[in-house]
């Protein structure tokens, strides 16, 4: 793989540049640099691995090493996406990381598939559809997995004492609500808004890796630290490996996850609520997520040596088959 993969760009859409012209979200900048700080961090541990960051300029550098890890600039006044075709042009595979709100991530990872480079994240329609609440409670539930019942804000209410709503396409625990009465509760912005019902359990997720034939290896078991305030949810981070004496419970879960939803690969996540009576999944998150820092350290190998390994070979299979064309 070393030989193959020298320099592995990698592009966070907060830090990355992507606000640039734009403030900068404060309430998404730590789990922004959690990720990216546990990802370069593994990349760099790996021999012969080099990487590229773009970065925006306004942010304080971060404290890599300066001969394994390049900063790729971008200021304001820029052309984000053409800043980041210049350095992708650099480098030998793309591993972007974007949430899934308004599309982002499959328009990012769109933009560094049309330069020719491999791109670490899922095929285009498992990152379409894991983007809309709606579209994965769905497909999960045809295939006979609990999910939390999901429908349209202003549809017929689901029957609970308590709702929570949330963008379809939202990420982490923004613009998330817990609404008593619906009939009196406006949105905050527009947007496409749903509805589910409250449902109590301890806030967790999965961390998987997911094969090109679909086959999963769970990663980690992990409990969310989410708390509940006066009328909605905020994210406190990850404990990852808390919830290992699940695992049992919860493979068959992930491999059913893979299952349902075609064209997932490399790194997952999922969040769920687990109960009593078993998980219940909240969503599924089709890129890297905040559960992936301190991974290496509790698996006791680095992970993203294998999933580089998956995009290579998946990049060779793909070069094989041109080939035959």
């Known amino acids: 793989m070393e030989n193959s993969l020298r320099r592995v760009l990698v592009c966070e859409y907060v830090t990355g540049g992507a606000l640039c012209n734009a403030p900068l ?26 990487v590229t960051l773009c970065w925006d300029n306004r942010l304080p550098p971060p404290s890599f090493p300066a001969d394994r890890v390049a900063l790729f600039p ?6 984000p996406e053409a800043r980041w ?51 994965t409670a769905e497909r999960l539930a045809a295939h006979g997995i609990a999910v939390i019942p999901t429908v349209p804000f202003g549809a ?16 982490g625990c923004l613009d998330t609500f817990v609404v008593d009465d619906l009939a009196a509760w406006t949105p905050p912005h527009p947007g496409r808004w749903i509805v589910q019902p409250l449902v109590e359990g301890e806030a967790c997720s999965l961390s998987m890796l997911v094969d090109k034939s679909g086959g999963v290896r769970l990663l980690g078991c992990n ?15 990850v404990e990852v490996g808390a919830m290992e004496h699940r695992r049992a419970a919860w493979e068959p879960l992930a491999r059913a996850i893979a299952a349902a939803i075609p064209g997932l690969r490399g790194y997952v996540a999922v969040d769920l609520i687990d109960r009593p009576d078993g998980p219940v999944v909240v969503e599924v998150n089709p890129r890297l997520s905040v559960g992936y820092s301190g991974l290496s350290r509790v698996l006791g190998w680095n992970p993203a040596r294998d999933i580089l390994t998956l995009f290579d070979t998946m990049a060779a299979d793909t070069g094989r088959e041109a080939a035959h064309v």
């Open 223 to 237: 409990r969310q630290k989410v708390e509940r305030g006066e009328g909605s949810f905020s994210f406190h981070g």
């Open 85 to 135: 075709r210049a350095a992708a042009a650099l480098c030998d595979v793309v591993w972007p990381i974007a949430p899934e709100s308004d599309g982002l991530l499959g328009h990012v990872a769109a933009l560094f598939r049309d330069t020719g480079r491999p791109v670490v994240a899922c095929a285009p329609d498992a990152i379409a559809l894991a983007s809309s609440k709606t579209a």
């Open 74 to 79: 971008v200021a304001p006044g820029e052309d």
């Open 25 to 50: 979200p404060t309430e998404l900048m730590a789990e922004a640099n959690a990720m990216v700080a546990a990802l370069v961090g593994d990349l760099v541990a790996l021999d012969g691995i080099h």
């Open 156 to 171: 017929l209410p689901l029957p609970a004492a308590r709702h929570v709503v949330k963008p379809d396409d939202g990420a």
